[in-house]
């Protein structure tokens, strides 16, 4: 389905499910090989769109959306992965995933070296 959608709308498209599919417009499929039940609740796919609008929106134009979606993807399934682990599967709501989200993204910013 992501992959029909992906060429008819000549877009970058993601699947949310047990796992995510984000099809690209040229036929290729990724898919993030790592998740947890504990992100299928009510706003978890919010955290994901938010990710993706932030990094989208402090990009280049020249940037590949694809890998930005893929690399949101796997950032949200490691987050979720984390708070499921420290607050089991039911106790990982969108608010608890973004306190998750934000020290993992900032402990990872701080190891990345300085850009150009």
Known sequence: MAQ???RRLQAVVLLKGARVA?????????????STPALARGGSGDVLTGLIGGLLAQISEKADPAILVESATWWHAQTGILAAQERTI?????????????????????????GP
Do not use: C, S, Y
């Not at 998750?100 to 990872?108: G, S």
């Open 90 to 114: 039911l106790g990982v709501d969108a608010w608890t995933l973004t306190q998750f989200l934000l020290p993992l993204l900032a402990d990872h910013r701080r190891e990345m070296p300085p």
């Open 22 to 34: 984000i099809a690209q417009p040229n036929g290729i499929v990724a898919i993030n090989p790592k």
């Open 4 to 6: 029909e959608a992906a």
